[in-house]
Protein backbone atom coordinates (compact mmCIF):
# COMPACT_ATOMS: atom_id res chain seq x y z
CA UNK A 1 0.00 0.00 0.00
CA UNK A 2 1.19 3.58 -1.04
CA UNK A 3 1.22 6.03 1.72
CA UNK A 4 0.89 10.05 0.26
CA UNK A 5 1.58 12.44 2.52
CA UNK A 6 1.00 16.22 1.65
CA UNK A 7 2.32 19.49 3.11
CA UNK A 8 3.11 23.20 2.53
CA UNK A 9 -0.11 24.44 2.97
CA UNK A 10 -1.55 27.57 4.72
CA UNK A 11 -3.02 30.52 5.22
CA UNK A 12 -1.35 33.51 2.38
CA UNK A 13 -3.21 36.68 1.37
CA UNK A 14 -3.80 37.27 -2.15
CA UNK A 15 -1.77 37.64 -4.80
CA UNK A 16 1.08 35.41 -2.40
CA UNK A 17 2.59 31.89 -3.41
CA UNK A 18 2.56 28.73 -1.51
CA UNK A 19 4.12 24.70 -2.45
CA UNK A 20 2.55 22.17 -1.67
CA UNK A 21 5.09 18.58 -1.50
CA UNK A 22 3.85 15.22 -1.62
CA UNK A 23 5.77 12.67 -0.59
CA UNK A 24 5.08 8.91 -1.45
CA UNK A 25 6.01 5.62 0.37
CA UNK A 26 7.58 2.68 -1.50
CA UNK A 27 10.23 2.16 -4.99
CA UNK A 28 7.63 2.50 -7.54
CA UNK A 29 6.94 6.42 -7.14
CA UNK A 30 8.79 6.58 -10.62
CA UNK A 31 6.21 4.61 -12.55
CA UNK A 32 2.80 6.37 -11.32
CA UNK A 33 1.30 9.27 -12.76
CA UNK A 34 0.49 11.77 -9.99
CA UNK A 35 -2.38 14.46 -9.70
CA UNK A 36 -3.50 17.02 -7.26
CA UNK A 37 -7.02 17.70 -6.47
CA UNK A 38 -8.76 20.17 -4.41
CA UNK A 39 -12.38 20.50 -2.67
CA UNK A 40 -14.09 23.71 -1.41
CA UNK A 41 -16.09 23.67 1.62
CA UNK A 42 -19.91 22.51 0.35
CA UNK A 43 -17.91 21.87 -3.61
CA UNK A 44 -17.30 18.37 -4.89
CA UNK A 45 -13.14 17.22 -5.53
CA UNK A 46 -11.99 19.00 -8.63
CA UNK A 47 -9.06 18.19 -10.96
CA UNK A 48 -5.97 20.77 -10.50
CA UNK A 49 -3.43 19.15 -12.33
CA UNK A 50 -0.98 16.31 -13.47
CA UNK A 51 1.97 15.51 -14.39
CA UNK A 52 3.15 11.56 -16.35
CA UNK A 53 5.64 9.20 -14.50
CA UNK A 54 8.17 10.48 -16.98
CA UNK A 55 7.26 13.75 -16.68
CA UNK A 56 6.89 14.77 -19.74
CA UNK A 57 3.77 15.80 -20.11
CA UNK A 58 1.69 18.37 -17.37
CA UNK A 59 -2.06 19.02 -17.61
CA UNK A 60 -3.75 22.28 -15.91
CA UNK A 61 -7.05 23.16 -14.70
CA UNK A 62 -8.10 26.45 -16.95
CA UNK A 63 -8.33 28.38 -13.39
CA UNK A 64 -4.80 27.38 -12.21
CA UNK A 65 -3.29 27.72 -16.06
CA UNK A 66 0.01 30.26 -15.86
CA UNK A 67 -0.35 30.06 -11.99
CA UNK A 68 0.07 27.02 -10.79
CA UNK A 69 3.16 24.68 -11.73
CA UNK A 70 3.01 20.75 -10.99
CA UNK A 71 6.53 19.25 -11.09
CA UNK A 72 7.88 16.03 -9.71
CA UNK A 73 11.55 14.92 -7.70
CA UNK A 74 11.35 10.79 -8.54
CA UNK A 75 15.20 10.68 -6.65
CA UNK A 76 12.63 12.25 -3.49
CA UNK A 77 9.67 9.96 -4.24
CA UNK A 78 8.05 13.82 -4.31
CA UNK A 79 5.81 15.59 -6.13
CA UNK A 80 5.12 19.13 -6.22
CA UNK A 81 2.43 22.21 -6.78
CA UNK A 82 3.78 25.50 -6.86
CA UNK A 83 0.73 27.91 -6.65
CA UNK A 84 1.64 31.68 -7.47
CA UNK A 85 -0.67 34.55 -7.70
CA UNK A 86 -3.16 32.90 -5.40
CA UNK A 87 -6.72 33.96 -5.58
CA UNK A 88 -9.61 33.47 -2.42
CA UNK A 89 -11.58 31.55 -5.04
CA UNK A 90 -8.32 29.36 -4.60
CA UNK A 91 -9.21 28.02 -0.96
CA UNK A 92 -9.72 24.39 -0.81
CA UNK A 93 -7.78 21.64 1.11
CA UNK A 94 -5.61 20.01 -1.82
CA UNK A 95 -5.33 16.31 -2.12
CA UNK A 96 -2.43 14.58 -4.72
CA UNK A 97 -3.31 11.15 -5.80
CA UNK A 98 -1.15 8.56 -7.70
CA UNK A 99 -2.14 6.52 -10.61
CA UNK A 100 -0.08 3.14 -11.19
CA UNK A 101 0.66 1.86 -14.84
CA UNK A 102 -1.51 1.25 -17.27
CA UNK A 103 -1.78 4.79 -17.01
CA UNK A 104 -5.47 6.31 -17.88
CA UNK A 105 -5.76 9.20 -20.74
CA UNK A 106 -8.34 10.74 -18.48
CA UNK A 107 -6.35 12.72 -15.92
CA UNK A 108 -8.94 14.61 -14.97
CA UNK A 109 -10.85 11.85 -13.46
CA UNK A 110 -10.69 11.14 -10.11
CA UNK A 111 -11.63 7.38 -10.51
CA UNK A 112 -8.15 6.83 -12.44
CA UNK A 113 -6.17 7.47 -9.39
CA UNK A 114 -5.83 4.81 -7.13
CA UNK A 115 -3.77 6.46 -3.94
CA UNK A 116 -4.64 9.52 -2.12
CA UNK A 117 -3.50 11.41 0.33
CA UNK A 118 -5.29 12.82 3.15
CA UNK A 119 -4.77 16.42 2.27
CA UNK A 120 -3.31 20.00 3.16
CA UNK A 121 -5.86 23.02 3.86
CA UNK A 122 -4.78 25.87 1.62
CA UNK A 123 -6.72 29.08 2.76
CA UNK A 124 -6.19 32.70 0.55
CA UNK A 125 -7.39 35.93 2.46
CA UNK A 126 -8.63 38.50 0.56
Known amino acids: QVQLVEAGGGLVQTGGSLRLSCAASGPYFRSYAMGWFRQAPGKEREFVAA????????YYTDSVKGRFTISRDNAKNTVYLQMNSLKPEDTAVYYC???????????????????WGQGTQVTVSS
Open 51 to 58: ISWNNAST
Open 97 to 115: AADRPPYSDYVAGMAEYDY
